[in-house]
Structure formats: C-alpha cells, structure tokens
Nanobody
C-alpha cells in the first residue's frame, strides 16, 4: 500500500483554474497507475482522470475532457490534476487513488482497480 496526500483544493470562480497534487509515500509509486475521482454531496464517487504507470497513457471522463489534464512526476512521487475552465458542476471532494503495484489492465475508470486512496480535497466552484 501507499499513503496518498492530496492538496491544492479550494474556492474558485467559474471559469477559473486549480491544480491538485497528490503526493505518495513509498518506493512503488512508478509501478502504480494513478487516478482522480470526485464525489459531490448525495452522489456516488465518479471517475475523473487516470494515468498509466509510465505516464504514457491518460484517460478522462467525458465531462472533463479538454478542460482537465492529469500528469505525473515519478521522480517526485506525485500526480497532478490541472483543472481549467471550472464549472459549478465540478464542485466536489476530489480523491487521489493508486492501483495495486504493476497493474497492467485498462480499467482505470472503476474504483475496484485502486488499492489506496487519499483523504480527499475539497473543490468549490462559485457561479
């Protein structure tokens, strides 16, 4: 398992930007696919974006394509989510997640792929 700590959430006006970071502990970060999920009040946790172990493949929910960018820096054990053109419907708690080590599948959009989760960071978007 890895420990994940998110940061970068906050309050932003619609149309603004935020950059979330997720720092991972341990030596196995580069062996794990990483994902971002979000959960709004009264709703289920939903997939936002994911990135493969090397960073060569990225995946996005349709609702964020073209606005959000996921990236990772394996030297820093960190994954990022750059969020641009934010909308009120993007408001949620955002969670970082790490797959089990050496995951080679492609089901990055399902919660069952992930073995470790962060505590979440709140993103609030005002209209």
């Amino acid at each position: 398992q890895v420990q994940l700590v998110e940061s970068g959430g906050g309050l932003v006006q619609a149309g603004g930007s935020l950059r979330l970071s997720c720092a991972a502990s341990g030596r196995t970060f580069s062996s794990r696919g990483m994902g971002w999920f979000r959960q709004a009040p009264g709703k289920e946790r939903e997939f936002v974006a994911a990135i493969s172990r090397s960073g060569g493949n990225t995946y996005y929910a349709d609702s964020v394509k073209g606005r959000f960018t996921i990236s990772r820096d394996n030297a820093k054990n960190t994954v990022y989510l750059q969020m641009n053109s934010l909308k009120p419907e993007d408001m949620a708690v955002y969670y970082c997640a790490a797959s089990r080590a050496y995951y080679s599948g492609s089901y990055y959009n399902t919660t069952t792929t992930y073995a470790s989760w962060g505590q979440g960071t709140q993103v609030t978007v005002t209209s």
